[in-house]
């Protein structure tokens, strides 16, 4: 399994080569792919926070298993991943409406 460190350095190179990419094959557009990139990047991290800030006692991270009682172990995966998919949702939602909104 990849550790996270690993997981986000691929993650930047990726991104650096597509940036390269762009900037060699057309000269105008890296202007606007930086811009868009940038305006796109804060929009998820502005749905992470509206996330954060409306659901700030039922994070993911935070929600302990003796909060449901050792004999509720499925319902307690059950409800983790369902935090998880919303914090997915929330952020997917606000990186869409700001992308299309561009």
């Known amino acids: 399994m990849i550790d996270a460190k690993k997981h986000k350095a691929v993650f ?4 650096i080569v597509l940036m390269i990419t762009i900037s ?3 000269t105008d557009q890296i202007q606007i792919a930086i811009y868009k990139f940038a305006i796109t990047s804060g929009a998820a991290i502005l749905g992470y926070w509206i996330d954060y800030m409306m659901f700030s006692r039922y994070r993911p991270g935070e929600f302990k298993r003796e ?3 050792a004999e509720n172990g499925e319902r307690f995966a059950i ?5 998880q998919i919303r914090r997915a949702l929330i952020i997917l939602a606000i990186t869409v409406s700001v992308s299309l909104g561009l």
């Open 67 to 69: 909060m449901l009682g």
């Open 24 to 26: 060699y094959f057309s």
């Open 12 to 15: 930047v190179m990726m991104t």
């Open 79 to 83: 409800l983790i991943s369902a935090m």
